[in-house]
């Protein structure tokens, strides 16, 4: 928000000097704090690899296993955590661990029964994601084809509820005690990664505006709109 004040209060003082013939005082930025400057060249990084493997996706000239160990290198997760694909194959592992963390996050109503999960994953296009700190699973990120979501409101009229190139992001989560910590945006942006490298087309979900507000602003970072 500080750097849209500074672009605006610029562009009023260039709109008084060009109409006005005013003398504007130039207005200096406040320099950004290290953090906040690793935090920005991060982002950046994000989103100059979405660019290039989405250019990739397009020339037929995509690399997995390359894209996985950018994916890992960028995230940079703290001694101790580990970033894994959880499939069919694995999911028992972390059945669970993901009941567990459903408990601790949400109230009843707004948790996702454990069969969606399988279902996710049941397709070849399913994707899931687990963020763990040795062995605690400390966030998740699931997605799968629609179809397998008709239970979930509004999915059934998705124009792309037959489409098994266009997902459905049924959960992204962060333990309460981690977040803060850029976990969720990097999940999230390794997730979008994950999805292009399988020729995913398009990922649909929903947010409550309220009560998920810092995952809606990360959807809109990877360019999602309503």
């Known amino acids: 928000s500080s750097d849209l004040d500074f672009l605006f209060k610029q562009l009023e003082g260039i709109s008084n000097e060009i109409f006005h013939n005013a003398q504007e005082t130039p207005i200096l930025n406040a320099p950004r704090k290290r953090k906040d400057l690793k935090r920005v060249e991060k982002l950046y990084s994000w989103q100059q690899l979405l660019l290039e493997n989405q250019l990739n996706a397009l020339n037929q000239n995509l690399a997995p296993e390359a894209v996985w160990n950018q994916i890992i290198q960028l995230m940079n997760l703290p001694e101790g955590h580990s970033l894994i694909k959880i499939t069919s194959n694995n999911f028992e592992q972390f059945k669970m661990r993901i009941l567990q963390m459903q408990e601790e996050n949400y109230e009843p109503s707004r948790r996702t029964p454990i069969d969606l999960f399988e279902k996710a994953l049941s397709s070849s296009k399913g994707l899931g994601l687990g963020l763990l700190n040795g062995d605690q699973l400390i966030g998740i990120s699931f997605a799968g084809p629609l179809k397998h979501f008709s239970s979930e409101r509004g999915v059934n009229e998705d124009p792309d509820f037959l489409n098994d190139d266009c997902l459905y992001c049924m959960d992204t989560t962060i333990g309460p005690e ?25 990922l649909n979900g929903r947010n409550r505006d309220k009560s998920a507000k810092e995952m809606f602003s990360i959807n809109l970072s990877v360019g999602a709109f309503q």
């Not at 803060?180 to 990664?193: E, M, Q």
């Open 178 to 202: 981690h977040r803060g910590k850029g976990f969720g945006s990097s999940l999230k942006y390794a997730f979008t990664l994950l999805a292009i490298t399988q020729n995913c087309k398009k």
